[in-house]
């Protein structure tokens, strides 16, 4: 078995300190001369028309030094919401933002905000999935989507027997299907089925630092500087560059310190900053208040699943058909992967498995922790165990009996990579929180458990590293650290260099500075950006031992390099610090060239993580309160490079599964205004209802093509927690819950 | 022939139009939130003990928010002049700061600087050479310098028959001596001698923009970054992180664009406003005065030669005897190569040369383009003239008789490199202003030349290439681009690549994102990085060979790059544009890793440079003013990557070198005060003196490791200036002027 020095270790971030002291400059806090506050005007309404706007008002507040309105900017076609910029003639969700209010300081803009005034003329809404799919409803876009090829929306179109259905404009803007064997004859073996329809809501991925932007223009370029809270530097700049006209290397995107993002900082106002710059000609700041993160940021989309899940009396799955309607707002989103991996987690021979993305009249949804998954599990997940009820089966064997392994075939029909799923169910299987089940229930608890995947992502990534004269590694990439991923690579490049992690620094340079790093999305920074990081410190490895080696005249092979210092092996007194040899390739009087190392790398087989949950839950039986007693969450890290930073995703995803089980619920009314402006009205999970009660196991089924072995960890533990908890609430009551959240009025009206 | 379809071409640096439109930020237009406006009390004595400082009267002013003395700072050894901080107990220059004041604003700074009162007890200062060199002389180190080992100083001591002096403390801090043949029977054995003392003045190097830095302390690690005006970025990293004692990784220096350094900002208040930002825990900012930079900057020394040159009849020369004595202030400072440059440009078999280097009560003295070379070409120049007058022989072909050769030993005995010498002697010979001097002759006008050359510098340099999804190539180099040498290396890069030089990006990176690169200084920056930055873009090309040969699934040896596409040779639609190929590194659906290069470079052999020049000037008779009609510049640049930019440089050196014949000394008085504390007390060459003057003649004789040929410009330009002038008016009115600046009363007085 190889000994490791460094990674399995535990690391805390070293930019943590700065963090809990109040060091850490976000995007908020940044400053520039001569830089103006952005707030936006937004829609009060879901659709209408703008018949005038009018901007005296706020032009007459003191220190507003411009309002402006998609007049001022340049016609772009608004082919996805970050192209929306401002409305143009109609507006599409309550909350869209109409115009922009730019002052010298931040009170003055938010005054002339509220003296714009927009005279609509209102039009008729979809609101709901309903609404949007009824016969005549009013289409979000009657065109079909702006700057989108008729090809490219034929792609969305209904197929039956293999050829699009006769066109027709409508809300439906993507449709698609994965099916295997024979539905009919599948559900015809069955000798239980379980049918239901599920639903979720719409959800806020309620970051604490809202999206927030700083624009430095470039008035001789025409590009520009951007500060900015995001996941995603390079998509940035690439949108951003291509709006502005100008070539991407004009534009410069500077990662800030992230202060929460869950997949909802891919890209959003960038872009339309970055013209209200270039228009006024200086530095523009725009931070969200918490009401525009509400109204005008991008949620998950709400779902409605229906399922209809057979097996046989011994448990073997026979079928699994399935609806999935997903309501995803004004624009479409990427949430395809739901059916996919819907019927990827079990064996079962016969699927027929479809999903249909809607347009309402909200704002767009995007990314939230593991997008697509955690709608398709609740309900796979709440009827697994239904089905192991009426088959009084113990449904954690039901669940190993039929769980997918590797080389298993996806719903895709392409095979599994290596994957954890039943090593997951057995540890959980294992855990006393199961063994002891029974003693819960006798105390007048219910248990439940569930378990789901995150295929995982890949993407092209790089890292260069260099050699310090204080002997440093320093590891540069274009990644953002969203999750202490760069404490990961930190131990990563140790171990690979042979040194003390914390003599490696890991810089996410911008995107003038760094090369490509990939989104920090899809849990895969680890995965995709490790075996970079290997290459580019092996290779300055190599260059340190040939200058030790001409240093002494040796060969390299005879060095080894041992607590920051090389040496010959045998020749205690022929050593030199890392620090010194760097220092003699630096400098006047430099007898080598400097330490750089650099690698590329790009894997297209993902690295699949697995989690499942076991909650234990009591229900107060007058009230409707669902109390999580117990939390445990078991999950295939592939290797637990740095345990507290896995510990700490587990632990963070749980509670946010948490709130989507129990608490949280974007709400909005039947004209389409939203009720929960404020964390007054939107419940997210407090601390006394989740991290005390979690229990975290891990569990190592190395990935084949991970560094050393590890896996995505960001996304999985989010996953399974709202089918656990129902799962328990069903366990402790009899009742079965299939909307999310479970609130108290619903567990009521269940009863 | 090679055919080159980039180097060579002319190209206007990219970020011209933003330095002629006043977009481009410099240091002093930077701010960050929450900063402090610095102003430095100095010191009104050139040798005094400070008795009491009083910084009640300066904290009373408004916005004045803390006034530092040594005793606020920590006690760190003032080996060297940017260590010396805030006086401590004795200044020993006026000039010297002795408190630092740090307001709200630069008014209430300058306001409580004024406000300071310090109590000096005044000591007795040897200000000149003279007094400093006197038996019985005050001594700027009494007790040898702080911090410096006892031997580091006997290598300063007095060398006697191999044998240090006894050693006894005075002024002197370096004395070094170059020797070859038999003086003695070398002077002997001449038929003419000629024999002078020379003196040239303090200079100072004159930039617009004055030294600026801005610090942003980082209170948790003790580091912080540093935005300033410097050449060196790694050096000051180096420094600062010594003295504030955190590891060079936790200090980031950011080269701000430069308003002219010349040598003088390699390093010089940083490590100070470091100490300060970290002691009050608020960003600091210092801009210096005008007359802060004339009375605490770092101006060149002062120098004392006395030159014995020798030749036959024929003009050979026999023999060359000197003593060069430099006054360069408080501190030593790198100027030991003027002996060894005097010894090396012509073939002399006799040599003895010696070199006293002395500390004066005055602000030290650094580097000023092409330092230790101005001083002794002037005398050797000179003396050379007068010889060739003596013995009536052509003063051009006298030279080319004796010019050193590539292998030709160098004073230090070791041989040439590549040089051109005797082709810049030959194309200065050719050009018409020499061929046709008999027709100045007769209008009136004196005729001189003289040659200088530069050694040329090396160091490790490195560099990294990326391909953007623009089809662009970015080059990050950690040096800062003082004198356009970013264009000439995009035109390097291009060439190696094979692509538009406008569709290269050189990013002078900072200390924390980009390799090591060097200082920008010793004319080096071409002909290190290049290297460094061709094996980057090679390797860079490699990729983007081997990314399309998959794609094409060719061999990469059937592949070409024309016009930014890839191209399968011969079948025109396998082709794909490099923006293309480059999307395809890029993003979640990347299929390729990112294209990264990496270059290391040392080459130890330098690039030594050679410069002619010949001024035709007028004497005024009776007021003594010499003008200047005609200055040719005949300089071999080994190859000219970017012609404008090196006529750029051929230009300024020799405009540069105009001030230093004609007009520029620091003055001080008998107590050491300066004289010329402003422009308008110390004149710099007008437009018209200058500029319009000046004929330019490129000469290329390939480097032998140069980029493509090249060798360092920057240096040589302004070596031989002086001289020519020097002999122009000798030439005019027969009187020879041995000491710099020839101003009006100093000609006149020759009469």
């Known amino acids: 078995m190889t000994t490791y020095t460094a990674i399995g270790r535990s690391m805390l971030p070293p930019d943590g300190r700065a963090k809990v002291t109040g060091t850490t400059r976000f995007a908020p806090d940044l400053r520039l001369p001569e830089m103006l506050h952005a707030r936006l005007v937004i829609s009060a309404h879901a659709h209408a028309r703008i018949v005038e706007i009018n901007t005296a008002g706020a032009l007459a507040v003191p220190s507003v030094v411009a309002v402006l309105t998609a007049q001022e900017l340049p016609e772009i076609a608004p082919k996805n919401r970050f192209r929306l910029l401002l409305a143009r003639e109609r507006v599409i969700f309550a909350g869209q933002p109409v115009a922009l209010v730019l002052a010298e300081n931040e009170a003055a803009a938010m005054d002339g905000a509220e003296r714009v005034q927009v005279n609509y003329e209102p039009l008729p809404a979809a609101v709901t999935l309903e609404q949007a799919l009824a016969g005549e409803a009013p289409l979000v876009w009657p065109a079909g989507l702006p700057g989108v090829t008729a090809e490219a929306q034929a792609h969305g179109a209904a197929v039956k027997d293999g050829q699009p259905e006769e066109q027709k404009r409508s809300n439906v803007c993507d449709r698609h299907s994965f099916s295997r064997g024979d539905i009919t004859a599948g559900l015809a073996e069955a000798d239980v089925i379980v049918e239901r329809v599920y639903t979720t809501s719409r959800v ?97 989309p709400a779902s409605r699943m229906r399922l209809k899940l057979g097996a046989r009396r011994d448990g073997t799955l026979t079928a699994l058909a399935a609806e999935l309607t997903f309501d995803v707002g004004c624009y479409p989103s990427p949430h395809a992967n739901a059916a996919f991996l819907l019927g990827s987690f079990y064996n079962i021979p016969n699927l027929d498995i479809h999903y249909t993305e809607v347009l309402t009249f ?224 630096m400098g006047f009087g430099g007898k080598y060239a400097p330490v750089v190392g650099r690698g590329r790398h790009l894997d297209k087989t993902a690295s699949p993580g697995f989690c499942a949950q076991l909650a234990e839950v009591a229900v107060d039986e007058e009230t409707g309160e669902v109390r999580v007693h117990r939390l445990v969450v078991v999950q295939d890290v592939g290797r637990a490079i740095n345990p507290p930073g896995i510990y700490g995703q587990m632990m963070g995803g749980a509670v946010q599964g948490l709130g989507l089980a129990l608490y949280e619920r974007m709400a909005y009314d039947e004209s389409g205004q939203v009720l929960t402006g404020s964390w007054m009205e939107y419940t997210v999970p407090h601390a006394d209802q989740a991290a005390s009660l979690i229990e975290m196991v891990i569990v190592e089924v190395p990935a084949e093509h991970g560094p050393f072995g590890a896996r995505g960890v960001g996304e999985p533990p989010i996953i399974p927690t709202a089918a656990a908890v129902a799962n328990a609430v069903a366990d402790a009551t009899g009742r079965r819950l299939t909307d999310l959240p479970m609130t108290p009025e619903r567990v009521l009206a269940a009863g």
């Open 204 to 300: 806020h991925q309620s970051y604490i630092e809202p999206h927030a932007s700083l624009v430095q223009p470039d008035l001789l370029t025409g590009g520009a500087t951007i500060w900015t809270s995001t996941q995603a530097p390079f998509w940035i700049r690439e949108e951003v560059a291509a709006i502005l006209g100008v070539p991407e290397s004009d534009v410069r995107i500077v990662g800030t310190p992230v202060g929460g993002a869950f997949g909802g900082k891919f890209i959003l106002y960038e872009p339309l900053l970055a013209l209200v710059a270039q228009r006024v000609g200086r530095p523009v700041r725009l931070v969200l208040t918490r009401l525009e993160e509400m109204v005008a940021g991008i949620p998950t």
């Open 362 to 585: 909200k704002h767009s949804a995007a990314a939230y922790r593991a997008p697509g998954a955690t709608q398709p599990t609740f309900a796979l997940e709440s009827a697994m165990d239904e089905l192991a009820h009426q088959l009084a089966l113990d449904p954690l064997a039901l669940r190993l009996k039929n769980a997918a392994a590797p080389g298993d075939l996806m719903a895709d029909g392409k095979p599994w990579p290596s994957m954890g799923m039943s090593q997951v169910l057995a540890a959980l299987q294992a855990h006393p929180a199961w063994q002891e089940r029974e003693q819960a229930r006798a105390a007048g608890r219910g248990v439940g458990l569930a378990i789901g995947g995150w295929p995982g992502g890949t993407e092209p990534a790089a890292a260069t590293c260099l050699l310090n004269r204080d002997g440093q590694l320093q590891v540069t990439i274009g990644s953002v650290d969203l999750t202490g991923t760069a404490t990961g690579l930190a131990l990563i490049a140790a171990e690979a260099f042979g040194m003390a992690p914390d003599k490696v620094r890991v810089i996410n340079g911008d995107t003038a500075s760094a090369p490509f790093g990939g989104a920090a999305g899809g849990s895969k920074i680890t995965y995709t950006l490790g075996p970079a990081v290997i290459q580019a410190v092996r290779e300055a490895r190599t260059q340190v031992l040939e200058i030790a080696a001409e240093e002494f005249e040796a060969d390299p092979a005879d060095l080894e390099i041992v607590d920051g210092a090389v040496q010959v092996r045998g020749v205690p007194d022929k050593s030199i610090t890392l620090a010194s040899l760097a220092g003699k390739t």
